[in-house]
């Protein structure tokens, strides 16, 4: 293999896919990029053995070929490197050989024939998302996935798709989110009904691309065992999680009628302070609901210290005590969209809904915050 290209494009390629590096694997070749050159296109893919990251670079090739890189070196190189053409090639013995205008540098490979292949075929179901779009879909649901690994379905946001309808659901078991979006004209065009788990890695790295690229559009393609994202200068193609996904309707209660309205920016700043003084364990903070008014209070009796802050709010029921835990609730306001937050309460045990009073168009969203039982 060999070919010449300037030194920022490749360190973008390379840059692009390395993040999908594993940092520990018995399977070493997975520390590597595999690069395959085809007249004046390089193919650069990396994968931890679950996701695959594909993008291509425009070069002037020499002579096709195909080769195995350590990661690692090549991207620490490119980037010491200065903006400049670059001389690129493999010897007999499947190293790689970097030659500038005063350097040359040789950097031991493997064979690539060592490496998995990336599934090729694109899943039936075809979607169609802008990528502010797929964006705010991915912030305001992904916080809520678990990272336990004994309970692999929640391990990944659940993708469900019907009738020009996506709904996108997450919870750790301790709190839920739903976000239903409605009219979404590829989905009905597609005429398909599939429903998939994607793994929380898949989609932590695709928000980092899309937060990081001038990406328009994004391309989705579903199949029950495998979903690929496209966005025209990286392709991410991931197994799903495997397994049921909770009944997650049936844990959202359907007849909390205690309703509270309160400023979202308010009610998270107090939240904030008064956080300060809680027990570093739980995290525990009370609400004291009225008819006008929240009093936030949380103590840590082992330290003897104790905060407490009233906000004005309006509350349709008795007034009692509801305790949460301060990350959980802190988390759920921050992807409140519309400046009133609107709780909607059963009793002090019983798991609150939690949503913007004002919803987008087109779309539902709603948080589920389980309590803490207060003594």
């Not at 976000?179 to 929380?200: F, K, Q, Y």
């Not at 005590?321 to 519309?338: C, F, K, P, T």
């Amino acid at each position: 293999m060999k070919f010449k290209v300037a030194q920022e494009p490749l360190l973008q390629g390379v840059a692009k896919v390395s993040g999908v590096i594993p940092t520990r694997t018995p399977l070493t070749f997975l520390y590597n990029i595999h690069a395959v050159l085809s007249g004046n296109e390089l193919k650069l893919t990396a994968s931890d053995g679950d996701v695959f990251l594909i993008t291509r670079v425009t070069v002037e090739g020499a002579e096709d070929g195909s080769m195995l890189v350590p990661a690692r070196p090549l991207q620490d190189l490119l980037r010491e490197l200065p903006g400049a053409e670059l001389h690129l090639e493999t010897t007999p013995e499947q190293h790689l050989v970097v030659n500038t205008t005063r350097g040359r540098f040789t950097i031991p490979g493997e064979d690539p024939g060592k490496f998995p292949p990336a599934p090729e075929e694109r899943p039936p179901t075809h979607l169609h998302f802008s990528s502010e779009e797929l964006k705010n879909i991915l912030e305001q649901t992904t916080f809520a996935v678990s990272h336990d690994e004994l309970r692999p379905a929640l391990t990944g946001l659940l993708m469900q798709f019907h009738s020009g309808e996506m709904r996108a659901v997450a919870t750790d078991g301790h709190r839920l989110v739903k976000l239903v979006r409605t009219g979404m004209e590829s989905l009905a065009a597609s005429g398909s009904d599939v429903e998939v788990i994607v793994p929380l890695r898949s989609l932590s790295l695709l928000s980092r691309h899309l937060s990081g690229e001038d990406v328009e559009h994004v391309e989705v393609f579903l199949a029950p065992n495998r979903v690929v994202f496209d966005t025209g200068s990286l392709v991410i193609t991931s197994k799903v999680v495997e397994g049921k996904f909770p009944a997650y309707d049936a844990v959202i209660p359907k007849d909390n009628s205690l309703v509270l309205h309160v400023d979202q920016d308010k009610f998270s700043a107090a939240v904030r302070r008064v956080s300060i003084f809680s027990n570093q364990i739980n995290r525990l903070v009370v609400l004291n609901l009225g008819p006008d008014s929240i009093k936030i209070t949380a103590e840590d009796p082992d330290s003897g210290r104790r905060g407490q802050e009233e906000i004005e709010a309006t509350f349709s029921g008795e007034p009692f005590d509801i305790g949460y835990n301060a990350n959980y609730l802190l988390e759920a306001l921050r992807h409140v969209s519309s400046a009133q937050v609107e709780m909607r309460l059963g009793s002090p045990t019983a798991a609150g809904i939690l949503q913007p009073a004002e919803q987008k168009e087109n779309e539902d969203l709603l948080m589920l915050l389980m309590p803490i039982r207060l003594q």
